[in-house]
Nanobody, 114 residues
């Protein structure tokens, strides 16, 4: 079955960086466009970045120029490099396909606070 395991979150100060990782299993990873989503309590989950197999990343306006998505098809892993973090980036971050599989991972909490 599909399994998505996110990691790399944490508590950082504004302006600092984090790199998130997501390992996928149970899917033919290299044919799927993969994305990073985030969700804060009381709001809908939003897509912040996505990348097709072998393609360039696409980004939400709110993270463009600060976040970089990449993937390693051999390791079935997708990454999100987050630089110049802002308090408004605080959320639980999830990875999933585009469109998403019905099952989600546990996510990884990113908190940006001074």
């Amino acid at each position: 079955q599909v399994q998505l395991v996110e990691s790399g979150g944490g508590l950082v100060q504004p302006g600092e960086s984090l790199t998130l990782s997501c390992v996928a299993s149970g899917i033919i990873f290299n044919i799927n466009t993969m994305g990073w989503y985030r969700q804060v309590p009381g709001k809908q989950r939003e897509l912040v970045a996505n990348i097709a197999s072998g393609g360039r990343g696409n980004y939400a306006d709110s993270v463009k120029g600060r976040f970089t998505i990449s993937r390693d098809n051999a390791r079935k892993t997708v990454y999100l490099q987050m630089n110049s973090l802002k308090p408004e980036d605080t959320a639980v971050y999830y990875c999933n396909a585009i469109p998403p599989f019905g099952l989600w991972g546990q996510g990884t909490q990113v908190t940006v606070s001074s």
